[in-house]
């Protein structure tokens, strides 16, 4: 599995002008990229790390599939160049379960929510990070998440969220 | 039919499915290294295969396959509960696993030893229902036997439960402890009798997603996170005018992109000629990732001829097809009843109207691609596929390796509806690998997707109606005037109207004047399957129309649809889900619909409530919806489904498809278009193709689907055709605009 993987580098440097490796923390793990610079995160992380959880869907920063979280922070990374990264810590799908599912996967689960899948890894990601900055959601906090799912799977995301927000009140008493 | 057993390899029951579907029962030797005939997935050491679908562990945990192509509408749930009820164990001691693409070559020639595997037509179930119950009867049935030799008692004396089997007084042997012996045994030589419905545990319970783990966490694997040691991916710039050519390539600085390894001309089909690969003429770009070919590509400096299409705009196509239909030129007969004209000259009422649809791209989430290895002689495809078998033609007919020789591995897929059923982006790969000697990924941006589909048709309905002085609908027109569905057909005899006008769609057969008539629209643009392809081609226009009917004569919409419909019986229908269109049973979703969204009560909050009904693929649904206007953003308070689909086999995923299908019906009948000018695809990407979100999208769907005891049917597309019309029609109720021409969004705020 790739989150198993041990932590190693990226690519050598193809060209002697190029700068001292990037480094960056990617689900806890230290990792360098002494490629591109302006490589995008989201091609970091798949075709160098193999971490295909994160999923490329546009390329212009509007479908969400590529969502991460940049320090805790939901984060599209089809955009965002390697270099800007440099230093940060980064949570990609596979680093949202603890020993256990997270509350919101453990939701997702119990909700039937996926369909074809391949928009969940970001729409996880978004709800995670939504609920730590509104552990209770209204409808409109939850509406405020634009990740694009084609299969309409969005009325058991809604379902999942307020689950999984109700289950984390209750973990917290 | 069975084969000699070499008693000093593992052995297994080779349980497999005949061209015809029939089961075919042996005994084979397993040889793990070398057997092409098992999946590795289902081999192992400590364990028994029963058959290609099964595998049962000693510690009685239960492997099974799963043949479809995963799409999204659940069929690695649904098709593996169907083996898992017959076979008697719990659900919850299965594990599901992806079967790969199971060529065989027999004497009666290509055949397939899991069945039907494609995913297409809504059919995944319905083909599954008796096959792979049998295959699971069957399987059980011998692990009975091997308890009945192992306990000395009469077969008929022991029955099962939860994956045991279980003797009069009480004994048990699980089936781990007798997988052994039971391959052993001789296969019966007709399937035994299956599990009458009273007594299914699996089948008709709400049952998650197998792999919905997986997907949680990031580990599912998809065609695009595919890799493998060796491969270069490779992007394609393709030319963007319609049948197109590369007129001068620079690659210069392409080539000095770090990372990227090659440039090479792949040359697409010719015009007018069968399609057989790649869409487009195009470059690929060959790179050691991602990123650097889509760097390189940027890099190239390209020009293009423009090809035979150049003028081709989707305003010339609209006054085209309008044209037909004014002049009534070149029409194909698609279905005529009665006498139209009488029915004419005694009209009390005359009704008519036109309706505008436009191309539709697919845009699945996950963008076409494929990752191919080709040998000397053997090839492996690992893709996200809706027609595998397609795909392992094509890369034989692009390479000359047999069938046989060439191992095509599914993934799950990001989204199907329609879009994989060609197999382009596969032969494109083929294409590329062979260019570069190497093993190819190959991947496609959402700007290639968007512009390099197979379009749902655009096309151009006239409806008619005349009415009696009682107000019934005594004759019925329905002309469409479109880029039609077929598209270089491959030997494939389509008939024209094909995929867009059906000649036995309501309200054929129950007018008694009828004239359906299809004209055809010259396009350069690729024209392919989308999600119940015709029925949301046409019931827009049908469902709208009666709604027209109705307001024009003042009846209530609900009667008028129950009037015509007429009495409960079954009538021919000769399209795809006949033989028959049961009356009463769209009747049926179309008061339970009614009711649910309480339809004709008094309303004085500004709300409009519009109801619509069809029939799909042997399938009946009807939708309601409860709208306003808020300025200028329309909100949907409710969407209400009800449906029949025979017996659902998993109610949780079927629930999930009507919702789904609603909401993509929605999303597309709102905002979407694929227009084209100059012989070019304007859209690029999603912020001019935009899905819906979740802010637009209603709260709930509130889905009803009916507890029937018929055949099952696929719950795949039936979620989409009635929901536009519904829609629309809400939309008029709200507002009085009646939006005529889809997507809705753009004419309801111009004609506000």
């Not at chain 2, 069975?2 to 000093?8: E, I, L, Q």
């Not at chain 2, 399609?275 to 293009?304: C, H, S």
């Not at chain 2, 004239?515 to 350069?524: C, I, L, N, Q, R």
Request: glycine share 10%.
């Amino acid at each position: 599995m790739p989150n198993d993987a041990e932590p190693k580098a990226g690519p050598p440097p193809k060209h002697s002008s190029m700068p001292q490796p990037l480094a960056l923390t990617v689900n806890g793990k230290p990792y360098e990229h002494a490629g591109d610079p302006t490589m995008p995160l989201l091609w970091f992380l798949r075709d160098m790390l193999q971490l295909t959880g994160t999923k490329f869907g546009c390329g212009v920063g509007a479908c969400g599939a590529c969502t991460v979280l940049l320090d805790g922070k939901a984060t599209r990374s089809c955009l965002l160049p390697m270099q800007g990264v440099a230093g940060h810590q980064v949570t990609t799908i596979e680093g949202i379960a603890g020993e256990n599912l997270h509350p919101v996967q453990a939701a997702w689960i119990e909700e039937d929510v996926p369909q074809c899948g391949y928009c969940q890894a970001g729409q996880i990601v978004a709800a995670v990070d939504l609920l730590q900055r509104k552990p209770k959601p209204s409808d409109e906090d939850i509406a405020s998440i634009t990740n694009l799912c084609r299969c309409g799977t969005y009325p058991r995301i809604r379902r999942a969220i307020l689950r999984a927000s109700e289950s984390m009140q209750a973990a917290k008493k | 039919m069975s084969a000699p057993v070499d008693r000093g390899r593992r052995r297994f029951l080779a349980i497999t499915l005949s061209a015809s579907g029939a089961l075919l029962i042996g005994i084979r030797v397993a040889r793990a290294e070398t057997d092409p005939d098992l999946p590795p997935e289902l081999l192992g050491d400590d364990l028994t295969e029963l058959g290609p679908f099964l595998r049962i562990e000693r510690d009685n945990r239960v492997v099974i396959g799963a043949r479809g192509c995963e799409i999204g509408q659940g069929v690695i749930t649904s098709l593996p509960m169907l083996i898992a009820e017959e076979l008697d164990v719990d659900w919850s001691q299965v594990r599901v696993i992806q079967l790969p693409y199971g060529y065989v070559e027999t004497d009666k020639g290509p055949s397939n030893k899991y069945g039907d595997q494609g995913a297409g037509g809504s059919t995944s179930v319905s083909d599954g229902w008796k096959e792979l119950r049998e295959a699971g009867a069957t399987a059980r049935w011998l692990l009975v036997q091997a308890a009945a030799r192992e306990w000395n008692l009469p077969a008929d004396q022991l029955r099962t439960a939860s994956g045991q089997v279980v003797a009069p007084d009480g004994r048990k042997l699980t089936y781990g402890a007798l997988a052994r012996s039971a391959a052993a045994i001789e296969a019966p030589a007709a399937p035994p009798p299956l599990k009458k419905p009273e007594d299914f545990h699996i089948v008709g319970k709400p049952t998650r997603v197998a792999d919905a783990r997986d997907i949680v966490t990031g580990r599912s694997r998809f065609g695009i996170d595919s890799y493998l040691a060796g491969a270069l991916t490779a992007v394609m710039l393709r030319s963007p005018y319609l049948d197109g050519t590369l007129d001068t390539l620079d690659d210069s600085e392409a080539r000095k992109v770090a990372g990227v390894r090659d440039v090479i001309h792949i040359p697409g089909p010719k015009p007018e000629q069968p399609f057989v690969a790649g869409l487009a003429d195009g470059v690929a770009v060959i790179a050691d990732n991602t990123w650097a070919a889509l760097k390189g590509r940027d890099a190239l400096k390209v020009t293009w001829k423009q090809g035979p299409w150049s003028k081709e705009s989707t305003g010339a196509l609209a006054a085209k097809a309008n044209e037909l239909l004014d002049h009534n030129e070149g029409g194909v007969a698609v279905r005529r009843d009665g006498d139209m004209a009488k029915a004419r000259k005694q009209a009390r009422y005359n009704v008519e109207a036109r309706y505008e649809m436009p191309f539709l791209a697919h845009a699945t989430m996950e963008t076409p691609g494929a990752l191919i290895d080709l040998k000397q002689d053997s090839a492996l495809l690992v893709a996200s596929l809706q027609s595998p078998g397609g795909a392992s033609e094509m890369i034989s007919d692009l390479t000359g390796i047999p069938r046989r020789a060439i191992d095509v591995r599914m993934t799950r897929a990001g989204g199907g509806f329609g879009r994989r059923l060609e197999n382009d982006f596969v032969g494109e790969a083929v294409l590329v690998a062979k260019a570069a000697g190497k093993p190819i990924k190959l991947i496609w941006t959402r700007e290639d997707d968007l512009q390099h589909d197979f379009y749902r048709p655009f096309g151009v309905h006239k409806l008619a109606a005349t009415l009696d002085r009682k107000k019934k609908v005594t004759s019925w027109t329905h002309w469409c005037a479109a880029t039609p569905r077929p598209y270089r057909e491959n030997g494939r005899q389509r008939r024209i109207f094909d995929g867009c006008l059906e000649p036995d769609d309501f309200p054929a057969g129950l007018v008694a004047n009828l004239d359906k008539t299809f004209f055809s629209v010259p396009s350069g643009m690729p024209r392919g399957w989308w999600r119940a392809p015709l029925h949301t081609f046409h019931a827009f226009s049908v469902q709208s129309f009666i709604d027209e009917i109705a307001v024009t004569t003042k009846q209530d919409a609900v009667k008028l649809r129950l009037e015509m419909l007429g009495d409960a019986r079954t009538i021919p229908y000769s399209g795809h889900g006949g033989p028959t269109f049961d009356t009463g049973r769209l009747a049926n979703v179309l008061r339970l619909c009614a009711d649910r969204i309480g339809w004709g009560a008094k309303r004085n909050d500004g709300h409009g409530i519009g109801i619509a009904c069809h029939f799909t693929f042997g399938g009946y649904s009807a939708h309601a919806f409860e709208v306003a206007m808020e300025g200028r953003e329309l909100k949907i308070h409710r969407a209400v489904v009800a449906a029949d689909i025979g017996r659902v086999v998993n109610p949780l995923g079927a629930e999930a498809q009507m919702m789904g299908g609603t909401i993509d019906a929605i999303s597309t009948a709102l905002n979407l278009a694929i227009t084209v000018k100059d012989g070019e695809v304007q859209q690029k990407n999603f912020p001019d193709y935009p899905l819906l979100r979740m802010a637009q999208a209603p709260q709930s769907v509130e889905v009803t689907i009916v507890d029937s005891s018929e055949e099952p049917r696929g719950a795949g597309e039936i979620g989409v055709p009635s929901a536009a019309p519904a829609l629309a029609n809400a939309i008029y109720a709200a507002t009085t605009v009646r939006v005529r021409k889809l997507p809705i969004m753009p004419q309801l705020l111009r004609m506000l």
